[in-house]
């Protein structure tokens, strides 16, 4: 494995931080992040890579504020764009800001079904189901693999009453590689909730 501690090159830092993040060791990531920006102090990428890293392990603030470094130095940066809106609407927090990161990425890269689904979600927290539905089943589409897109649509179904529908997407979730901690588990809470109300 490359060591982005002792490598030199931008390419090669990258590799090994990829390699730290796909076995989800984001505190060796977040040190060998950090230790590479001593030497590559504009390097994007692994300012991406160090943002990322700290909302995984969990120091939600700092991600944030590495994220706006981030965007100070490019601004149409989609993929920050998107991670630090989709960040605000997952707490349900800066909802107007979270609304305005998403739209330009989307803006950025139209046809990207993650981003879509990250529109859709802000929209969801809102409360404009509409909308929400209108970019959720965009993503879909795009992305029908992706178990969160699937989760995000059930809840949409959910919140709207149309039970049936919620229930057929949280079971297409569960039949899909799920990589967030604990999503198995709260999608099939919904599913329990999705019978009981229904027994009412």
């Not at 920006?37 to 603030?61: C, H, M, N, Y």
């Not at 940066?77 to 998403?102: C, I, P, Q, T």
């Given at each position: 494995m490359l060591d982005p501690l002792l490598a030199d090159g931008e390419d090669d830092v990258e590799a090994g931080l990829s390699v730290l993040q796909r076995r989800k060791m984001f505190s060796d990531t977040i040190a060998a992040a950090r230790s590479?920006?001593?030497?590559?102090?504009?390097?994007?990428?692994?300012?991406?890579?160090?943002?990322?890293?700290?909302?995984?392990?969990?120091?939600?603030?700092?991600?944030?504020?590495?994220f706006r470094a981030l965007l100070v130095k490019e601004p149409d940066n989609a993929s920050a764009l998107n991670y630090l809106g989709y960040m605000f609407a997952e707490r349900n927090r800066n909802l107007d800001e979270a609304l305005k990161l998403l739209t330009r990425a989307n803006e950025l890269e139209?046809?990207?079904?993650?981003?879509?689904d990250s529109l859709g979600w802000v929209y969801f927290r809102r409360g404009d189901l509409d909308r929400a539905e209108k970019f959720l089943t965009q993503s879909v589409a795009l992305e029908p693999f992706d178990g969160?897109?699937?989760?995000?649509l059930g809840d949409l179904f959910a919140a709207r009453g149309a039970r049936e529908k919620a229930r057929a997407s949280y079971e297409m979730t569960l039949t899909l590689e799920?990589?967030?901690?604990?999503?198995?588990e709260r999608v099939e809470k919904?599913?329990?909730?999705?019978?009981?109300?229904?027994?009412?």
């Amino acid at each position: 494995m490359l060591d982005p501690l002792l490598a030199d090159g931008e390419d090669d830092v990258e590799a090994g931080l990829s390699v730290l993040q796909r076995r989800k060791m984001f505190s060796d990531t977040i040190a060998a992040a950090r230790s590479a920006l001593s030497r590559l102090k504009d390097s994007i990428p692994v300012q991406f890579t160090l943002a990322a890293a700290l909302e995984r392990s969990g120091r939600w603030d700092e991600s944030v504020v590495a994220f706006r470094a981030l965007l100070v130095k490019e601004p149409d940066n989609a993929s920050a764009l998107n991670y630090l809106g989709y960040m605000f609407a997952e707490r349900n927090r800066n909802l107007d800001e979270a609304l305005k990161l998403l739209t330009r990425a989307n803006e950025l890269e139209p046809g990207n079904g993650a981003f879509l689904d990250s529109l859709g979600w802000v929209y969801f927290r809102r409360g404009d189901l509409d909308r929400a539905e209108k970019f959720l089943t965009q993503s879909v589409a795009l992305e029908p693999f992706d178990g969160t897109v699937h989760e995000h649509l059930g809840d949409l179904f959910a919140a709207r009453g149309a039970r049936e529908k919620a229930r057929a997407s949280y079971e297409m979730t569960l039949t899909l590689e799920l990589e967030e901690e604990g999503q198995k588990e709260r999608v099939e809470k919904k599913l329990e909730d999705l019978d009981g109300a229904a027994q009412r």
